[in-house]
């Protein structure tokens, strides 16, 4: 089985050549074993896969998706209906992540209709439709390497994460996760929460 310094070290080179989805994957799974270290579990689990991307919220935001609070934001214009016992009519970044794009590529070899992402710093919502910027992988691996529970962690020599002009050679930084809280707090950006996303069918 592949450690998570090389799941990371694929996550990269696959968004090297724009495989998208593929870097999605390993990155997901990094993000499942990182969470289980976390956690002291012996077995993945959705709660705290997604726990652990709560938690870290303000890095995917830095990361990834500035200007939007992902800790109050709900994308009611996505419920998931699909391989839940139960729906999740208001779901949350991490319900997302986990069931959607976690579930989606490591069970199916497909994302759900109508979930996509793109090249492009924005999101697009529309109704049963988000396009995520593809940044999100770097985002889920900055959780991966800066969770203190990683430190011990490895990848291949010359690998780096950037933030905003700052490059960081991964195996110097696994698991220092206050430099990235330094980082992001010298590039502070606003919150927005977005409200009432789920369109009115009959408009």
């Known amino acids: 089985m592949a450690t998570i310094g090389e799941r990371v070290k694929y996550a990269i080179d696959h968004m090297g050549r724009n495989e998208i989805y593929a870097a999605l994957e390993h990155a997901c799974n990094a993000v499942d074993v990182t969470s289980q270290r976390r956690f002291e579990s012996t077995k993945s689990g959705r709660k705290i896969f997604k726990d652990?991307?709560?938690?870290?919220?303000?890095?995917?935001?830095?990361?990834?998706?500035?200007?939007?609070n992902l800790d109050e934001t709900?994308?009611?214009?996505?419920?998931?209906?699909?391989?839940?016992?139960?729906?999740?009519?208001?779901?949350?970044?991490?319900?997302?992540?986990?069931?959607?794009?976690?579930?989606?590529?490591?069970?199916?070899?497909?994302?759900?209709?109508?979930?996509?992402?793109?090249?492009?710093?924005?999101?697009?919502?529309?109704?049963r439709e988000i396009t995520f910027p593809a940044s999100v992988v770097w985002g889920l691996l900055a959780i991966v390497v800066f969770c203190p529970e990683n430190r011990e962690e490895e990848t291949a020599p010359g690998y780096w994460i950037g933030f905003h002009e700052n490059r960081l050679v991964i195996n110097d930084f696994?698991?220092?996760?206050?430099?990235?809280?330094?980082?992001?707090?010298?590039?502070?950006?606003?919150?927005?929460?977005?409200k009432n996303l789920k369109f009115d069918e009959d408009a």
């Not at 652990?52 to 939007?68: A, Q, R």
């Open 52 to 68: 652990l991307i709560e938690e870290y919220h303000w890095l995917v935001e830095f990361m990834s998706i500035g200007g939007i």
């Open 74 to 127: 709900v994308f009611e214009n996505f419920p998931i209906t699909e391989a839940v016992k139960k729906p999740i009519e208001k779901p949350k970044f991490y319900d997302l992540m986990y069931h959607v794009v976690r579930c989606g590529l490591i069970h199916s070899d497909s994302l759900e209709k109508g979930f996509s992402f793109h090249k492009e710093n924005t999101i697009l919502l529309a109704d």
């Open 174 to 194: 696994w698991g220092n996760e206050d430099i990235a809280r330094h980082l992001a707090g010298r590039y502070p950006i606003p919150r927005v929460t977005l």
